[in-house]
């Protein structure tokens, strides 16, 4: 099965920050990774699919990057609504769907 | 628009079985993947598997080979997900999720159902 990691593993920041977050893969998993957002209590929201595509109503201040075993989630200036955690997913095998260990982002 | 209603919240004893129901509207049923998935109390997610709701074809993690069966009925849009030989550590919010894209299971999955808390004490 394929691995996934999540770095780092909490991460405080203020409004307005810029954030990344970075996941990686224990093999190549081109662009079949997706990136959800979840509060507590509640189911998660899918964010970005295929590495880099925007889900439709999600705001543009999230996006994504990379392929192969490393990618990344950037949102550009941190909203009071962002604070959650953020789950990478790799959908790339037939028979895995191996989410991440979740990043917490929480307010400085 | 679409709408994934999971059954209540289960009490189970360690060693029983639980079942828990995933009712799909808004959408064609058979024509897209559903995913079964668990977060343990202040954990992450876990995979558990998926069922083709159209052939009823079925794949699951290797760690719940044995233990869990994925089943639809078509006539009433629902996905099932029955874990057996409970155990203290299946206590978790068990979550259905439809895949994104039509007829593809390799599709991330965009529309998650609200959850249902399985607890498993003596």
């Known amino acids: 099965d394929i691995q996934m990691t999540q770095s780092p593993s909490t991460l405080s920041a203020s409004v307005g920050d810029r954030v990344t977050i970075t996941c990686r893969a224990s093999q190549s998993i081109s662009s079949w990774l997706a990136w959800y957002q979840q509060k507590p209590g509640k189911a998660p929201k899918l964010l970005i699919y295929k590495a880099s595509s925007l889900e439709s109503g999600v705001p543009s201040r ?8 490393e990618f990344t989630l950037t949102i550009s200036s941190l909203q009071p609504d962002d604070f959650a955690t953020y789950y990478c ?12 260990p979740g990043t917490k982002v929480d307010i400085k | 628009q679409v709408q994934l209603v999971q059954s209540g919240a289960e009490v189970k004893k360690p060693g029983a079985s639980v079942k828990v129901s995933c009712k ?9 993947y559903m995913h079964w998935v668990r977060q343990a109390p202040g954990q992450g997610l876990e995979w558990m598997g998926w069922i083709n709701p159209n052939s009823g074809g079925t794949n699951y993690a290797q760690k719940f080979q044995g233990r869990v069966t994925m089943t639809r009925d ?33 599709s991330p999955f ?13």
Do not use: K, P
């Open chain 2, 24 to 32: 799909a509207s808004g959408y064609t049923f058979t024509g897209y």
């Open chain 1, 62 to 69: 999230f996006s994504g990057s990379g392929s192969g075993t």
């Open chain 2, 74 to 106: 078509t006539s009433i849009s629902t996905a099932y997900m029955e874990l057996s030989r409970l155990r203290s550590d299946d206590t978790a919010v068990y979550y259905c999720a439809r895949v994104a894209e039509v007829v593809v299971v390799t």
């Open chain 1, 89 to 100: 997913q790799q959908y790339n095998s037939f028979g895995g769907f191996t989410f991440g």
């Open chain 2, 110 to 122: 965009d529309y998650w159902g609200q959850g249902t808390l399985v607890t498993v004490s003596s």
